[in-house]
């Protein structure tokens, strides 16, 4: 999914209107396993200034980067600090573990040749799907606009849910960053 998504989802989700801390802790655990991405394609793009056809059809599959990607989308990696949590009634942990955890279980099953190694450290094995929420080739023309419909109708949900002029601004802007995030993936690919 588009990372605005998994934003909104994990709000959605984890997020209390009375418990702006806990709400924070979903979107930061939300954002955690694209975080690596944001760095590493900024660094090289705006930084280095490595062409984007370069970063994203060769160092986003080079081995240095899929290894950093094993690590920020292992279910081994959230699971463990999600149980302890649960366990131990850790409820920032749990929210932003819970997040991270959501996160990776809606990307399992929507990446293709683009997939990572979810399973890391136990395993290198990669699940590509054959389902994609960007990639035309692989349902992205249905995937894309359901994954945007529940999105908006979760951010109509939190618009509801949530009272604060400074979390509707956040509900706002992130259903703003989902359609034009989903609008980008179709108009390239």
Sequence with gaps: MNTPAHLIFGVALFGRPDRPKLTAAAIAGAFAPDASLY????FSLFVLGIPADTVFRELYYSDAWQRVFAIDNSFI????PCAAAAWRR???LFAFSGSGLLHLAFDFPLHGHDARMHFWPVS?????SPLSYWDSRNWADVIGPLEMGVSMALCGFLLVRFKSLAMRTVAVTLATAELFASGVWRFVF
Excluded: N, T
């Design 77 to 80: 990696f959230w699971g463990l």
């Design 90 to 92: 850790w409820p920032l």
């Design 124 to 128: 290198d094995w990669v699940f590509e």
């Design 39 to 42: 760095l590493m394609a900024g």
